[in-house]
């Protein structure tokens, strides 16, 4: 592959990659965590396929290609179902409130 062609394919995945920020900043805005911690997943696991496949330029610009569309394709599909993103993330954190209930009833008991 020419030079060209590199630049191309990575230029389209860090397109794709900047939209999907646009939806992490608007949802951040709304106080909604869903989509920066899938974000967070998704760079995790680039990470490390960076790390154990980084065989040539080659194969690096394609696994910055795909996962800048993964990226997007991502967080798309978790916009159009916001609804159930954010009934799901309410269901989480009152769990996690009544966990902490739960340890803080055992704190006070054992004093």
Do not use: W
Not at 22 to 40: D, K
Not at 86 to 94: G, N, R, V
């Amino acid at each position: 592959m020419t030079r060209f062609s590199y630049i191309l394919i990575f230029s389209i995945g860090v397109a794709c990659f900047t939209i999907s920020r646009v939806f992490v900043s608007y949802y951040l805005a709304r106080n909604v965590y869903t989509f920066p911690i899938s974000i967070s997943i998704l760079t995790l696991i680039q990470i490390l396929i960076i790390y154990f496949r980084h065989d040539s330029i080659s194969v690096f610009v394609q696994i910055m290609s795909v996962m800048g569309i993964s990226h997007l394709l991502l967080l798309i599909a978790l916009h159009f179902n916001n609804k159930v993103t954010i009934a799901s993330e309410y269901s989480l954190a009152k769990l996690f409130s009544f966990i902490t209930k739960i340890q803080k009833g055992e704190e006070s008991a054992n004093r």
